[in-house]
Each structure stands twice: as C-alpha cells, then as structure tokens.
C-alpha cells in the first residue's frame, strides 16, 4: 500500500484514480446529494434524514469507481484523506479547475 506524507501529496495520486470524466461527475452527484440530505436534515430538524449521507455519497462515487474507472476506491486504503479528496474535488469542479 502506498502511504503519503501529507495531503499535499496524496491529492494528486487521488486525481488519478479518477481520470474518467463519468466516475468524476458520479463524485460530483454523490457530494451534491449528501449536501441536499444535509440541508433537508438541518431545515426539518429531523436527524433521521442523516442516514442517507453515507449511502448517497458512497453509492455514487463507488458507482463511478466500478463502473467507470473500474479501480478499487481509495477510500479503502486511506479514508481520510480520501474523503478530504471528495471535497477538495468538488470544490475544484466549483472554480473550473477540473474538466467534466
């Protein structure tokens, strides 16, 4: 397993693992949906809602991985910094400095 000293240094071997353009935007769908489920949770104060995060995130990213990028997700191999990666990717597809 190959192990990084920092985020700085994983970001970019993250980026990798999603080089199609289909596992990026099923990213991109599952990130936007668990701010939905986030937002309707907190609107209606109803905490039931948050059972859905995981499975709307972690569905549609890992859709993309078997589907489209047919690679295991990183996720498995370094957690945290893979869920930072989920959002830093976002935010990146956001400012355009990630093609669709």
């Not at 099923?26 to 907190?42: K, N, Q, R």
């Not at 948050?50 to 370094?78: D, Q, S």
């Amino acid at each position: 397993m190959q192990t990084f000293s920092s985020f700085r240094t994983f970001y970019p071997y993250y980026l990798s693992e999603h080089a199609t353009p289909n596992c990026r935007r099923a990213h991109f769908i599952g990130s936007t949906l668990v701010l939905i489920v986030l937002a309707v949770a907190l609107a209606s104060r109803d905490l039931r809602w948050l059972w859905l995060v995981p499975v709307v995130g972690y569905g549609c990213a890992w859709i993309g991985h078997f589907m489209f990028e047919k690679n295991r997700p990183a996720t498995f191999r370094h957690p945290f910094y893979s869920l930072a990666g989920d959002w830093v990717m976002y935010v990146d597809f956001l400012r355009g400095r990630i093609r669709w």
